[in-house]
């Protein structure tokens, strides 16, 4: 793939900050949108706006159509067997949240245990928390090697008979380690338990199966693979979803309503409460046309490729401590420079033009694993080029100058 000529369909990413070339290093937090994006909501808005499920006239046919197509979309790109496990939500958040809150109370006792890692997401973590203050249940935490990878060894010793529920980022949004999810659901289906994947930062950059991960629940979020903010997904097994129980409820998702008593539509409209996110859903349709369009596979190696030179680059200035282990597939790379804290680095690589994320990165725990209060991040996908890395190099190098 020539991600210079990728980079040419997002037009955001061609001006000056600061009196430089934008160098944009900050889609794990999230990515920019390309043209055929912006026009399929831009479209949507301007010929089709009209509230889905509901009108019989031609906008209303045309919004439904393009809303369920989008879905179509989803469970196909994600490997799905049905559409009706393909549930839109707001993002990653809300799609871990609900399982937490329609899913956890329902088959957590007091004793259970839910098991995840010291390097989750708070999105991927606090629900837990919170579940397991409300039921009684144990939460506990699998060990990272001191490079920040999972060993299976250690999965195993932390899931038992007990364990009820397992969640786990299928990739790291701080150290960019790729957790082996399917051998870890293998382990926890032995004990009866399912496996819920945090997928934010794979979805994007990867091709994911989720029956041949042969995960229970994954969630990911649409900004971060060039589609609309506002925009997630969570996937779950038919018969995990059915025996689910809303958590919103309102217009849309009901079947019938009496004064007592009301049942619910099916699946998957029965977790899409009130006017759903139809703008975003058309806009995550168009981005995955997008991604399929230059191939997944492509990407995956692209990025591999950029995280090789990046890590290259920067293990040659002194001073620069990179987190995680040498060889990644990601391009996501957290370090710290000297003692600059990771704030002012950002504040000086802005000044050039170059943006990058500082802070704990919503990863409070594994930040103090690191011995780190916050770190600096740069995070690539499919519109970096080695140029990209070039000039960030030299910018951190010019930081540390300006520090003295």
Known sequence: ?????????????????????????????????????????????????????????????????????????????IGAERTQEIIFTRGTTTSLNLVASAYGPAVLEEGDEIVITPMEHHSNLIPWQQLARRTGATLKYIPLQPDGNIALEDAEKMITDRTKIVAIAYVSNVLGVVNPVKSIAEIAHRHGAVMVVDGAQSTPHMKVDVRELDCDFYAFSGHKMCAPTGIGVLYGKKHLLESMEPIEFGGEMID?????????????????????????????????????????????????????????????????????????????????????????????????????????????????????????????????????IDRLAEALVQTKEYFG
């Open 256 to 388: 019938d309503v009496g004064l007592y008593e009301s049942t619910w539509k099916e699946l998957p409209w029965k977790f899409e409460g009130g006017t759903p996110i139809i703008a975003g859903a058309i806009g995550l349709g168009a981005a995955i046309d997008f991604l399929q369009e230059i191939g997944l596979d492509a990407i995956h190696q692209h990025e591999t490729k950029l995280a090789k030179y990046a890590t290259a680059k920067l293990s040659e200035i002194e001073g620069l401590t990179l987190y995680g282990p040498r060889e990644r597939e990601v391009g996501l790379l957290t370090f710290n420079l000297q003692d600059i804290h990771p704030h002012d680095v950002a504040t000086v690589l802005d000044a050039s033009g170059v943006a990058i994320r500082a802070g704990h990165h919503c990863c409070q725990p594994l930040m103090r694993w690191l011995k780190a209060s916050a770190t600096a991040r740069a995070s690539l996908y499919l519109y970096n080029t080695e140029q990209d």
């Open 1 to 77: 793939m020539n991600a210079a000529l990728i980079k040419e369909q997002f037009p955001i990413l061609h001006q000056e900050i600061n009196g430089h070339p934008l160098v944009y290093l900050d889609s794990a937090a999230t990515s920019q949108k390309p043209r055929a994006v912006l026009d399929a909501v831009q479209r949507y808005y301007e010929w089709d706006n009209s509230n889905v499920h509901r009108g019989v006239h031609t906008l209303g046919s045309r919004a439904t159509d393009a809303y369920e197509g989008a879905r179509e979309k989803v469970a196909q790109f």
